[in-house]
Structures are given as structure tokens and as C-alpha cells.
């Protein structure tokens, strides 16, 4: 099955020598090659270049791009979108003046969707999880990481997993899952720390282990929730089982998450909304990817990842949506780069950057998506007719996209 896409406008994250990814200075730069051809060959992509230089084979699909822009499928590394229900009344709440941390010491956020969660038949888990994976599929998203962590318990944390799972094994998209082991101390062990995370080391992690149910490791780092030395013990006993760390860390406070992932050699840390200085200069020479979730700090107004210290002190950086039913209840990620360059000061070729390639590294992906290479999976976004690609994160809210194609095949 062979597909030529011709007289493309614009054909953005052209790497004919695949990175792993980018970063400080070579974020600025986006490579493209304008008035383009690309041709998919049984899901991959197999050539491009200029127009001048097209084939004049035969393919089974042809496609005029002209005017129209196409690249990369974003690449969304850090998502909780198997969840049960909503938490809406918690965002009438914090209209009314309650702030995230009020209403979860009150019982409500994370304990709420546990609670949901728990109840919830598997086959209903998936089919309202399926809704929001074609959603966000549907907005460019092509390869995606999904977390448990709203179980609480070791049968509903397996249920999330065999749900993500069952969602790899159903859509063409590019899936990893990760074990959020401690997101949340459940009331059952409100005064006993250590004996839900002895259950965790001793039944939670070894089942998803021998049933494959995770590619990585997670823990909510933070004061109130989990501390650096909770962090540890998780993160060793996921190791030991070959789950590798990636971790939410300086969301709300900056208590040393973030060298606690970097001892177990985490594959990303993500929020970073608190950094301090040590932070930044911890993360350098390392191969832990910062991750940054701009939708949670538009949805819960609090600070912003400070891209532009992360970046000019040379670090890469990637950006994710973390759509989850609290802090983030969108997994649109047009509007993470949007929000990216409009609030964090990174330039529309430093979002795309962040959102493509160094997602996908943050995934583990970075040789199957997450730019125009020969091999890559065709994982595509074509635009509709516009100016140039800094017009998408500038046209905020609004949708850019006319078709997304998986694996060379348009999803509808
Ligand atoms: O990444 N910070 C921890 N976990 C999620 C939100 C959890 C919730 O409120 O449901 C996050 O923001
Ligand atoms: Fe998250």
C-alpha cells in the first residue's frame, strides 16, 4: 500500500538524520522543506523531498497537500486518560474560592475519581476511556503515554491497566503505559503510609510486571502526597522489575523529586511548575527529559513551567497535555503549544520541538515518531490551508487540522 502526498506547502520536522532529541539552542530551529512530496509505503514513511525531485511511479493514493502544511502527529507523553466520571462540582468549587489542595483535603480530587474508579465495571472503564483517546487522536495526537493511579487499590489499579492495555491492542496509535503506583494515600491506610507502599512493592508492582501491564514507573513526588524517600522506595522496587521511572515532580513545591528521578535514572520529570536553581543545573548532562504541562497550569492557575530558564540554560524540554479529570480536563494539544508560546515565551518552533520529537523520546518513542524520517511510522498531521505553521499555536482554540493520518491511513 503506497501513499503520495504532493505540492505540500510546508513539510515541518524534516530530521533526514534522526535525533533523539533536542535541545537549548537547536530547539529555535525547525526544520522543513517547502513545495514538498512524501510518500508512505505500508505505514512508514519512505521518501521525501522537493517536488522537483518526485517520482513519477504509481501510487495507490495519491493526495494533493497543496497550500496545506504537514507534520508530525504530536507526541503526548504524559496523559491519565483512563479515568471514571468527572469532577466538574470541583471546578465550580474552585470558582467559589476552594483551591485544588483545599478540596483534596476535603476528600475530594484524587480520592474522588478513586472512588468512581473503583466501582466502574472494566468494559465500562474503556468504553468511556475510548471517547477521549479517538478525541484526542482526532486532534493530532499519534503516540501517547497513559497512567493508572486513580485505583488506589491492587485490583483497580490492574483494571486501569488492562484497560490501556486493551486500548494498545484496539487503536493504531503508539500507546505506553505506566504504573502511577502512589498517586494517592486511599483512607484505608490514612494512617499506615508504609503499609500501602509495602503493598505496593510487594503486590502492585510484581503483578503488573509478570503480566506486562507497564512499561514505566510513577509516583506524585510532592508535600502532602508522597516524599522523596516514599519516591525512592518506589522507584527502586519498579526498577528492580524493569518498570523505568517517569515522575511527577515540583508541581506544587520543589522538595528534591526531581534528583530523586535523576539517582533512578527516570526517563522524564514532569510538571516542574516549582523549580529552583540546583534543579536546573541537576538536570544538566543527564538523559531525563523535562516534561511540561502547561494545560494544568492554564486549568488550576498556577504558575508555569519556567521554559524559557530551562531551555537557555541549555536543557530540552518536552510538552504533554496531562488530561486527567482534576488538574487538566483536556488533552488538546494544539492548545499545550499554544499556551506554551503565549504564557511561557517558547517560540512556535520550540513548542513544535517540544510536542514532536523530544515527547516522543519522553515515551521511549523517539525511533518510531516524532519527526519526518525515512522508517518513522506515517503518523501525520495535515493542515488545512494556512499561512505557516506558527499559525497554529497562534490561532488558539481553534483547530487546524483537516485530516490525521495513523500509520498512513486517515482517522475519522
Ligand atoms: O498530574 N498531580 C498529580 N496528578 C494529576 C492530577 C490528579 C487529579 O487531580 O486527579 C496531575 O495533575
Ligand atoms: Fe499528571
Redesign the pocket.
Given at each position: 500500500m503506497t501513499t503520495l502526498f504532493k505540492n505540500i506547502k510546508e513539510l515541518v520536522q524534516v530530521r533526514n538524520t534522526p535525533v533523539s532529541y533536542v535541545s537549548g539552542s537547536e530547539m529555535k530551529t525547525l526544520p522543513t522543506i517547502k513545495n514538498a512530496f512524501l510518500i508512505v509505503k505500508d505505514g512508514l514513511i519512505s521518501d521525501f523531498g522537493t517536488m522537483n525531485n518526485c517520482p513519477t511511479l504509481k501510487f495507490d493514493n495519491t493526495i494533493d497537500a497543496s497550500g496545506k502544511l504537514i507534520l508530525p502527529a504530536w507526541c503526548d507523553s504524559?496523559t491519565?486518560i483512563v479515568?471514571a466520571g468527572n469532577?466538574e462540582g470541583?471546578f465550580v468549587d474552585r470558582i467559589h474560592g476552594l483551591s485544588?489542595e483545599d478540596i483534596?483535603k476535603n476528600g475530594g480530587?484524587?480520592l474522588?475519581?478513586a472512588k468512581k474508579l473503583q466501582k466502574i465495571s472494566e468494559e465500562n472503564l474503556y468504553k468511556q476511556s475510548k471517547v477521549r483517546l479517538e478525541e484526542v487522536i482526532k486532534l493530532g495526537t499519534g503516540a501517547i503515554e497513559i497512567?493508572s493511579?486513580?485505583g488506589l487499590t491492587v485490583d483497580a489499579e490492574l483494571k486501569m491497566l488492562r484497560v490501556i492495555k486493551r486500548l494498545k491492542e484496539s487503536y493504531p496509535v503508539k500507546i505506553k503505559s505506566t504504573l502511577?503506583a502512589a498517586?494517592?494515600l486511599p483512607n484505608a491506610y490514612k494512617n499506615n503510609k508504609i503499609g500501602f507502599l509495602q503493598l505496593l512493592i510487594d503486590e502492585l508492582i510484581p503483578k503488573t510486571a509478570k503480566e506486562n501491564l507497564a512499561e514505566f514507573i510513577d509516583v506524585?513526588c510532592?508535600t502532602g502526597?508522597f516524599s522523596v524517600e516514599d519516591t525512592e522506595l518506589i522507584l527502586k522496587a519498579g526498577k528492580a522489575h524493569g518498570l523505568l521511572p517517569k515522575i511527577?515532580v515540583n508541581?506544587f513545591t520543589a522538595i528534591d523529586g526531581i534528583q530523586a528521578g535523576l539517582k533512578y535514572n527516570a526517563l522524564s520529570v514532569?510538571?516542574l511548575e516549582e523549580m529552583r536553581k540546583e534543579d536546573i543545573m541537576d538536570l544538566k548532562n543527564t538523559a531525563t527529559m523535562p516534561v511540561a504541562?502547561p494545560s494544568?497550569s492554564y486549568f488550576?492557575s498556577i504558575p508555569y513551567t519556567p521554559a524559557r530558564k530551562i531551555i537557555d540554560a541549555g536543557l530540552p524540554l518536552a510538552l504533554a497535555s496531562?488530561y486527567?479529570?482534576?488538574?487538566?480536563p483536556s488533552g488538546n494539544m494544539n492548545f499545550v503549544i499554544s499556551t506554551a508560546c503565549i504564557k511561557m515565551k517558547m517560540t512556535p518552533e520550540e513548542a513544535i520541538n517540544a510536542a514532536t520529537i523530544n515527547g516522543a523520546y519522553a515515551m521511549g518513542l523517539e525511533k518510531e515518531v516524532g519527526s519526518i524520517s525515512i522508517g518513522k511510522k506515517a503518523n501525520l498531521i495535515l493542515t488545512k490551508k494556512i499561512s505557516s505553521y506558527a499559525f497554529i499555536p497562534y490561532s488558539f482554540g481553534n483547530n487546524q487540522i483537516e485530516t490525521v493520518f495513523i500509520n498512513g491511513n486517515p482517522f475519522n
Open positions: 504524559h491519565h479515568y469532577r470541583e485544588y483534596a480530587g484524587i474522588n475519581s497512567k493511579g486513580y502511577l498517586h494517592a506524585f510532592e502526597y511527577h508541581q514532569d510538571h504541562l494544568c488550576l496531562d486527567n479529570p482534576g488538574s487538566t
